[in-house]
């Protein structure tokens, strides 16, 4: 059986395959790991990731709400501001809640004195392939980086996040960068309960060296006396995940190109965003096409692969890797049809989870 495209295709074998990684990090190395919701907070997937992990994270309180009702477990709460609107209802769903600045925390500190409290700072030093997701940035925002303003804070919370890691596949660099953290920030780490490390460690690459990450990570917690928290987020649904398209029309102009019922825009934003094309495999053969949105969008394009044959009008294409940072970015740009979710079970069956139809656009406006 197949299902009509477009639509996310999760598989829950290679889900499996990294959840396992999850579980031995976290055996060997003590550190707890919450799901960022940021990163994919496809709720329908949660029953089979959460009991591989010890919780959410949140970057706002839709997420945060989000993690205390589907997933379960602790749940952290992080805002890079919340409104006076929010914060109650933020404490309310939290079991932690981690501010972003100073000024933050001397706001609403006092109203979440009964959860443990946490302080974003930003240690200046990151590990990240894009000035747009560093940081560790000039001016940065993200995290308190003011060493009197963060002194004086410390007696009124009890742990600390840093998060300065984006799609980080080195050991090496990452080791290197706590070396650094800990020559910045290491008499504040002496100071915590505990600390979070964030995301973007790729820890669940296939080559990654998951015991030397596991060692120097309970080495880190030990010396300092801290529980530590990572935050991952893409590391978990990193290939578990493709966007099935099929071909449309197929045109001429220097090159072939395959227009697919989906758009980069809409559907795979980051691509875009980071500049990058989408992947397929096994990308070999003599033909070679340009495969491109269906958007108004001059540059809607996916990438260029090769194919054994001829594409055809009605052909399916796998987008590889489409579960990070897609679904939760989605929009409704063009108008063009959403894709449908789906889950391909361990046993090989499909199951359509979600679709999304004309209503939908139209609930989406007003
Ligand atoms: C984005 C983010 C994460 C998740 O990052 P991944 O690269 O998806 O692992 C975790 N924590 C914080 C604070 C973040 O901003």
Redesign the pocket.
């Known amino acids: 059986m197949s299902l009509p495209t477009p639509h996310y295709l999760i598989d829950e074998q290679a889900l499996e395959r990294n959840l396992k990684k999850v579980d031995a990090l976290r055996g060997a190395s003590g550190a707890k790991c919450?799901m960022?919701l940021?990163?994919?907070a496809t709720w329908s997937t949660f029953a089979q990731i959460a009991p591989h992990m010890d919780g959410s994270?949140s970057?706002s309180l839709n997420e945060l709400k989000l993690g205390r009702e589907k997933f379960g477990g602790e749940t952290h709460a992080?805002s890079v501001a919340w409104s006076d609107g929010e914060i109650d209802e933020a404490i309310a769903n939290a079991d932690k809640i981690i501010f972003n600045s100073v000024s933050q925390l001397e706001r609403f500190g006092g109203k979440a004195a009964h959860l443990p409290v946490g302080l974003?700072v930003n240690p200046g030093v990151s590990h990240s392939h894009f000035d747009l997701?560093d940081?560790a940035r000039p001016f940065s925002r993200?995290g308190e980086s003011n060493r009197a303003r963060i002194e004086a804070a410390m007696v009124r919370v009890s742990g600390l996040?840093l998060?300065c890691?984006?799609?980080n596949d080195s050991f090496d660099a990452l080791s290197a960068l706590l070396d650094q953290i800990e020559q910045r920030i290491g008499d504040l780490l002496e100071r915590v309960e505990w600390v979070?490390l964030?995301?973007?460690?790729?820890f669940t690459g296939e080559n990654y060296p998951l015991e030397k990450l596991a060692e120097r990570l309970k080495a880190f917690a030990q010396k300092y006396a801290i529980q530590l928290y990572l935050?991952?987020?893409?590391?978990?649904v990193t290939n578990t995940t493709t966007l099935e398209v099929s071909v449309l029309d197929i045109v001429e102009n220097g090159k072939a190109i395959a227009i697919v019922d989906s758009a980069v825009e809409a559907h795979m934003l980051d691509l875009l965003v980071y500049r990058e094309t989408a992947n397929i495999a096994p990308d070999a053969g003599p033909h070679r096409y340009m495969v491109a949105g269906k958007s108004c969008l001059a540059g809607d394009v996916f990438g260029e692969f090769s194919f054994p044959e001829p594409l055809a009008i009605g052909d399916r294409i796998s987008l590889l890797n489409a579960g990070?940072?897609t679904m939760v970015k989605k929009n409704w740009f063009n108008g063009v049809a959403m894709p449908a979710i789906a889950i391909r079970r361990r046993d090989g069956t499909l199951d359509l989870i979600r679709s999304f139809d004309y209503a939908d656009y139209v609930a989406s406006l007003s």
Request: with cysteine.
């Open positions: 919450l960022a940021k990163c994919f994270t970057s992080y974003r997701a940081p993200l996040m998060h890691n984006c799609e979070s964030g995301g973007g460690i790729h935050e991952p987020g893409d590391a978990i990070g940072y």
